[in-house]
């Protein structure tokens, strides 16, 4: 067994299943702490049985994107936005959030693209997701041997704000190389067919890359892409030297009279490796390997592990809080050695030993609640209540014993009709009003089926619709959009219907496809929420591009889940398309390595 002089230096680094080649010590020099996803809500007893037994980061989910445009460059209303979006959280470059207002959209939603260019993305515990960094102690000696835990007198990590101010002078210079470089790097990803496309552009890309192949310019045109990008990514990088753009780190510092409030600091480079004393830390705990398992991951090894949170209730002093979706981050693990004749408790607070820190993970940002693929990781069933079964307890109960919620009116602001029509009032005295929660959920969601058409068709918004979608017996029997649906694949990605089409043997030339296009578009909307003859009239006047696009978006819901019922004919709730937990593929899984690292024995470091 190696090893290792008592006052050797120690190194903190990843856990030897994220080396390469895992069995290879000189392979875990240089490495970080790493990042560990796990989607169920007990991964902590999951993890203490298989430490390395985590969801693999998916490269596109897990990485925060750019919007940008194929082949145009964002509109100038977009680039003032990032521009105020980046000056407000003060990290240029690293800490801007791209948007694209509606105006962008309607030019030519196609040709959008979520280039994940950016940091890691954390998600939240709501969107199913948890985080732990673990990593490894050992001397620094040729073989690695992992330290002792008994000479560990505490262990910990902190979270520090990276960021990169830019002057605002500078903002659009800089939102300008952006989209360059993000433009090049959509157009890379299109040309080498990666990132993830619905199905109809999916197609209509692979159909652009075969015609490229075809005339012998796919080749030539991956290496225009390459070179584009490769430039864009020089010129970026000139530019930050330049005009001295740096990165600055901060470290939060909480009040000592209230744990809920606090600041970020700047910390000078020369302190990034000593920690300032008062710098806030999360512990980290010791990983012990079961002593009747001798092929667990921990055996023979000191590996530490930490919760990371991703939300925190403390506020600085203006109210922001100290982890948002706009600061990029990242975290520094650190150990304490045990000074000779020292009893403090392990882990006890206040040690004054040696400090070994770790290099930083790799930079996140923290999700959205509303960002959708973090929604989508966490499916809930909102069962609406049954209007027979309310009639049937109304008549059972006398009045106001269902009516659980109260609502305590200081002045009463309700509607005066007379005549049908809506007049002039004023508040009027105090009432106390009892509801019941069926009641309220019934006219919630009333209101949101009423306007959820007029902002789709008042704004234009059709790629919404792709975020919802309904299974209504009389949508599945509507023969408009049974045809329309039959249609919507034969048509090319030009949307054009000069040459007609043949479904089901028969021909339809032009005027015929589009007929039924608008017949079937107007069906399923007004099966789904309903229909006035302003929607119509806006169906009407949609071109032939926007026409088949809306079409095809409305017809892919139907095919999404199937519409089952039971041997009394009543609709069966059918399994949600968002996954309710990741398959065996998705999990990061190594061999043990069959050379166990040995450990050094305990001894005093006097």
């Given at each position: 067994?190696?090893?290792?002089?008592?006052?050797?230096?120690?190194?903190?680094?990843?856990?030897?299943?994220?080396?390469q080649?895992a069995d290879?010590p000189q392979a875990?020099?240089?490495t970080a702490?790493q990042l560990?996803?796990?989607?169920a809500?007990?991964?902590?007893?999951?993890?203490?049985?298989?430490p390395?037994?985590?969801l693999?980061?998916?490269?596109?989910?897990?990485?925060?994107?750019s919007?940008?445009r194929l082949?145009?460059?964002?509109?100038?209303?977009?680039?003032?936005a990032q521009?105020?979006?980046?000056w407000?959280s003060?990290?240029g470059d690293?800490?801007?959030?791209q948007?694209?207002?509606?105006?962008a959209?309607?030019?030519?939603?196609?040709n959008?693209?979520?280039?994940?260019s950016?940091?890691?993305k954390?998600?939240l515990?709501l969107?199913?997701r948890?985080?732990?960094?673990?990593?490894s102690?050992?001397c620094?000696e040729?073989?690695?041997?992992?330290?002792?835990a008994a000479?560990v007198?505490?262990?910990?990590?902190?979270?520090?704000?990276?960021?990169?101010?830019v002057?605002r002078?500078l903002e659009r210079?800089?939102?300008?190389?952006?989209?360059?470089r993000?433009?090049?790097?959509a157009?890379?990803?299109?040309?080498?067919?990666?990132g993830?496309l619905?199905?109809?552009?999916?197609?209509?890309?692979?159909?652009?890359l075969?015609?490229?192949?075809?005339?012998g310019?796919?080749?030539a045109?991956?290496?225009?892409a390459?070179?584009?990008?490769?430039a864009?990514e020089?010129?970026?990088?000139?530019?930050?030297?330049?005009?001295n753009?740096?990165q600055?780190?901060?470290?939060w510092?909480?009040?000592p009279?209230d744990?809920?409030?606090g600041q970020?600091?700047?910390?000078?480079?020369?302190q990034?490796?000593?920690?300032?004393?008062?710098?806030?830390?999360?512990p980290?705990?010791?990983l012990?390997?079961?002593?009747?398992?001798p092929?667990?991951d921990a055996?023979?090894r000191?590996?530490?592990?930490?919760?990371?949170?991703t939300s925190s209730?403390?506020r600085?002093?203006?109210?922001?809080?100290r982890?948002?979706?706009h600061?990029?981050?990242?975290?520094?693990?650190?150990?304490?050695?045990r000074r000779?004749?020292?009893?403090r408790?392990?882990?006890?607070?206040g040690c004054?030993?040696?400090r070994?820190?770790?290099?930083?993970?790799?930079?996140f940002?923290?999700?959205?609640p509303m960002d959708?693929?973090g929604?989508?990781?966490?499916?809930?069933?909102?069962?609406?209540?049954?209007?027979?079964?309310l009639?049937a307890?109304?008549?059972?109960?006398?009045?106001?014993?269902l009516s659980?919620?109260?609502?305590?009116h200081?002045?009463?602001i309700?509607?005066?009709?007379?005549?049908g029509?809506?007049?002039?009032g004023a508040?009027?005295g105090?009432a106390?009003c009892?509801?019941?929660?069926?009641?309220?959920?019934?006219?919630a969601?009333f209101?949101?089926?009423?306007f959820?058409p007029v902002v789709?068709?008042?704004?234009?918004l059709?790629?919404?619709l792709?975020?919802?979608?309904?299974?209504?017996?009389?949508?599945?029997?509507?023969?408009d959009?049974d045809?329309?649906?039959?249609i919507?694949?034969?048509?090319p990605p030009?949307?054009?219907?000069?040459?007609?089409?043949t479904v089901?043997?028969?021909?339809?030339?032009?005027?015929?496809?589009?007929d039924?296009?608008?017949a079937?578009?107007k069906a399923?909307?007004e099966g789904d929420?309903?229909?006035?003859?302003?929607g119509?009239?806006a169906i009407d006047a949609?071109?032939?591009?926007r026409?088949?696009?809306d079409?095809?978006?409305?017809?892919?819901?139907?095919?999404?889940?199937?519409?089952?019922t039971?041997?009394n004919?009543?609709?069966?709730?059918p399994r949600?398309?968002?996954?309710?937990?990741p398959?065996?593929?998705?999990f990061?899984?190594?061999?043990?390595?069959?050379?166990p690292?040995?450990?050094?024995?305990?001894r005093?470091?006097?």
């Amino acid at each position: 067994m190696n090893t290792a002089p008592s006052a050797h230096p120690w190194l903190l680094l990843a856990p030897w299943w994220h080396w390469q080649p895992a069995d290879d010590p000189q392979a875990g020099r240089g490495t970080a702490p790493q990042l560990q996803m796990f989607a169920a809500d007990d991964f902590i007893e999951g993890y203490l049985q298989r430490p390395q037994h985590s969801l693999r980061f998916d490269p596109v989910a897990d990485v925060v994107g750019s919007v940008t445009r194929l082949g145009a460059p964002m509109p100038a209303a977009v680039a003032r936005a990032q521009a105020a979006q980046s000056w407000l959280s003060g990290g240029g470059d690293a800490l801007r959030t791209q948007a694209l207002p509606a105006s962008a959209l309607n030019e030519d939603a196609r040709n959008v693209r979520l280039v994940a260019s950016g940091p890691r993305k954390l998600y939240l515990p709501l969107h199913g997701r948890h985080y732990l960094v673990s990593c490894s102690l050992h001397c620094d000696e040729r073989c690695l041997p992992a330290v002792d835990a008994a000479q560990v007198c505490a262990a910990g990590f902190v979270i520090r704000r990276l960021s990169a101010p830019v002057p605002r002078e500078l903002e659009r210079e800089l939102y300008t190389l952006q989209q360059r470089r993000e433009q090049a790097a959509a157009e890379l990803d299109e040309l080498q067919l990666r990132g993830p496309l619905r199905e109809h552009l999916a197609w209509a890309r692979r159909r652009r890359l075969q015609t490229l192949e075809a005339r012998g310019e796919l080749a030539a045109a991956r290496t225009a892409a390459q070179q584009a990008h490769a430039a864009a990514e020089a010129a970026l990088a000139t530019w930050r030297v330049q005009h001295n753009i740096t990165q600055r780190v901060e470290y939060w510092v909480a009040d000592p009279l209230d744990a809920d409030r606090g600041q970020w600091k700047p910390l000078p480079a020369e302190q990034q490796l000593a920690g300032p004393p008062d710098e806030q830390f999360f512990p980290l705990r010791r990983l012990v390997a079961p002593p009747a398992d001798p092929t667990h991951d921990a055996t023979g090894r000191t590996l530490y592990f930490g919760h990371v949170p991703t939300s925190s209730a403390q506020r600085d002093a203006e109210g922001r809080p100290r982890l948002d979706m706009h600061a990029l981050y990242e975290i520094r693990c650190f150990v304490t050695r045990r000074r000779s004749g020292c009893t403090r408790p392990r882990a006890a607070a206040g040690c004054q030993g040696q400090r070994v820190w770790s290099l930083g993970t790799e930079a996140f940002r923290i999700a959205s609640p509303m960002d959708a693929l973090g929604c989508a990781n966490r499916p809930i069933t909102l069962r609406m209540p049954d209007l027979n079964e309310l009639l049937a307890q109304a008549l059972a109960r006398p009045r106001g014993a269902l009516s659980n919620v109260r609502v305590v009116h200081s002045q009463q602001i309700a509607p005066k009709v007379v005549g049908g029509q809506p007049q002039p009032g004023a508040a009027g005295g105090g009432a106390i009003c009892h509801f019941s929660i069926p009641l309220i959920t019934i006219i919630a969601m009333f209101v949101l089926n009423i306007f959820l058409p007029v902002v789709v068709l008042l704004f234009n918004l059709w790629f919404l619709l792709a975020f919802r979608f309904c299974i209504p017996p009389s949508v599945s029997a509507s023969g408009d959009i049974d045809a329309a649906a039959k249609i919507t694949p034969l048509l090319p990605p030009s949307a054009d219907f000069s040459a007609g089409v043949t479904v089901d043997g028969n021909f339809l030339d032009e005027s015929e496809v589009r007929d039924a296009l608008r017949a079937g578009l107007k069906a399923q909307i007004e099966g789904d929420s309903g229909l006035d003859g302003d929607g119509r009239a806006a169906i009407d006047a949609l071109p032939d591009v926007r026409l088949a696009t809306d079409t095809r978006n409305s017809m892919d819901n139907r095919t999404l889940l199937p519409v089952e019922t039971d041997e009394n004919g009543r609709l069966l709730e059918p399994r949600l398309p968002s996954p309710n937990g990741p398959a065996p593929e998705d999990f990061l899984d190594h061999p043990q390595p069959q050379q166990p690292r040995p450990r050094s024995p305990q001894r005093s470091l006097a």
